[in-house]
C-alpha cells in the first residue's frame, strides 16, 4: 500500500528557513508527479510546486523566487526548501504523488505537516 510521509514542519520566524521532507513507501514505480500543497484555516487547498518525472517544476507565484522542489525519482522521496518565509506562508503542507500507469491514474496525498510563521 503506498504511503506518503511529511515531515520538518514547525515554528519559524519570519523570513527564516525550512526545509520538508516527504519520504513515500509501496510504490514499485516512479511517480510520474510529485508536488506540495498547502491548506490555511478557512482557506481552500492550493499548489505550492510540483516536479515531474522529466525534473520540470512549476510554482505558484506567491512562492517563485522563494520556494525550491526536488526530488530523488528512485525513492520517489520529495523536498520543498521554503526560504524568506513570511505569515502568509502558514498552513497545513501536504504531500501529494500521483501515477499514470498502465491504464490508470492513481492520486496519492500525505497526512500533513504544520508550518507556522510567526513573531
Known amino acids: 500500500q503506498v504511503q506518503l510521509e511529511e515531515s520538518g514542519g514547525g515554528l519559524v520566524h519570519p523570513g527564516g528557513s525550512l526545509t520538508l521532507t516527504c519520504v513515500t513507501s509501496g510504490s514499485r514505480f516512479s511517480f510520474d508527479a510529485m508536488g506540495w500543497y498547502r491548506q490555511a484555516p478557512g482557506k481552500q487547498r492550493e499548489l505550492v510546486a510540483t516536479?515531474?518525472?522529466?525534473?520540470?517544476?512549476n510554482y505558484a507565484d506567491s512562492v517563485k523566487g522563494r520556494f525550491t522542489i526536488s526530488r530523488v525519482k528512485p525513492k520517489n522521496t520529495v523536498y520543498l526548501q521554503m526560504n524568506s518565509l513570511n505569515f502568509e506562508d502558514t498552513g497545513v503542507y501536504y504531500c501529494?504523488?500521483?501515477?499514470?500507469?498502465?491504464?490508470?491514474?492513481?492520486?496519492?496525498w500525505g497526512q500533513g505537516t504544520q508550518v507556522t510563521v510567526s513573531s
Open positions: 501529494h504523488a500521483n501515477g499514470k500507469w498502465g491504464p490508470n491514474d492513481y492520486n496519492y
Open positions: 516536479i515531474n518525472s522529466g525534473g520540470s517544476s
